[in-house]
């Protein structure tokens, strides 16, 4: 059963620290991962990631896929109480379905 | 622009009855979808839109569940004899391709509550 799993489940950091979220994946036909962030309802996308070993940045996010490990982590660097969200990590398959990790929750404390 | 709306933004409902859930995608977007999301859960793929037709249908959970899209714009998902355990968030996202080379834009969802 494909599979896509987050870690940590959950995040507590104050502003201004570095966090690292892992996802990790067990797909049939990999085509490209994805990362959003999720406040309300509505996900917004972050990053898609089809590439291993080449990493994409916006701001103070990075993200950077590993085929091998079949991993990838998303960094956020000098941390905002605005950061305070759910972060998914999706995996896309042949076929256009997206399969979804738990999230992790980032709560990040003024 | 205007991105993904659905309506109604809430919805209670009695077990047993009908809801129709509806979603605009972006113009010009040639690919659906439909998710869910439980309490505590992650996002859950339902069904997958490709022009009016859907190629995958794997995700839809029983027979109750059914969803149409009308002239390669808005869907409608519908479940049937609502349960308890249907209650959920219910988020449609459109991509302007099929080729699965974009990413996929979300609504603001729905929130249906069976009571």
């Known amino acids: 059963e494909d599979k896509v799993v987050q870690s940590p489940l959950s995040l507590v950091v104050h502003e201004g620290d570095t966090v690292t979220l892992n996802c990790s994946y067990e797909?049939?036909?990999?085509?490209?991962l994805l990362w959003y962030k999720q406040e309300k309802k509505a996900p917004t996308f972050l990053f898609m990631l089809?590439?291993?070993?080449i990493e994409k940045k916006s701001g103070r996010l990075s993200s950077i896929l590993d085929k091998k490990e079949l991993s990838s982590i998303l960094n956020i660097t000098a941390t905002q109480t605005g950061d305070s969200a759910i972060y998914l990590c999706a995996v896309m398959e042949y076929g256009n379905k997206l399969v979804f990790g738990a999230g992790t929750i980032l709560r990040v404390k003024s | 622009g205007a991105g993904v709306s659905q309506s109604p933004s809430n919805k209670v409902t009695e077990k047993g009855k009908d809801v129709e859930l509806r979603c605009d995608p972006i113009?010009?977007?040639?690919?659906l979808y439909w998710y869910r999301q439980s309490l505590g859960q992650g996002l859950e793929f339902l069904i997958y839109f490709q022009g009016n037709s859907a190629p995958d249908k794997s995700g839809l959970p029983s027979d109750r569940f059914s969803a149409e899209r009308t002239g390669g714009s808005v869907s409608t998902l519908t479940i049937q004899r609502t349960q308890q355990e249907d209650s959920a968030v219910y988020l449609c996202?459109?991509?302007?391709?099929?080729?699965?080379?974009?990413?996929?834009?979300f609504g603001p969802g729905t929130r249906l509550t069976v009571l």
């Open positions: 996202a459109s991509s302007p391709d099929s080729l699965g080379t974009d990413t996929q834009y």
């Open positions: 797909v049939t036909n990999f085509r490209s």
């Open positions: 089809t590439s291993s070993g």
């Open positions: 113009s010009g977007h040639t690919a």
